[in-house]
């Protein structure tokens, strides 16, 4: 089993940058898919952006075009989430997940692990 952390959420104004850490503990000695995903008020949790065991294979979620990557570090067990232009609809709880393995998916409903989430709130 692999718990996740995730931090750097926060309040900042339209058109700023956030950069969001999850940190991976337990059986960090497997493989594993991690993602990004998000839940606005009274919307489903939708996928944010994946990246596959080795950074290899990353998807972003196509309306975010280049303002949000992803990216991890195995090394230190962590997965970041780079967010810049924010704009007020990026307002959303922010969840890391993971999906023990090396294949690839966007979808949410796969993965197994989840972190408890943080806040992300633009203002502007």
Known sequence: QVRLVESGGGLVQAGGSLRLSC???????RNYLMG???QAPGKE???VATISWNGASQFVQYS???RFSISRDNAKNTVALQMNRLKI?????????ALEGTGFTTDRARFDYWGQGTQVTVSS
């Open 23 to 29: 940190a991976a503990s337990g059986r960090t000695d």
């Open 36 to 38: 990004w995903f998000r």
């Open 45 to 47: 949790r939708e996928t």
């Open 64 to 66: 975010l075009g280049d």
């Open 89 to 97: 609809e990026d307002t959303a709880v922010y969840y890391c997940a």
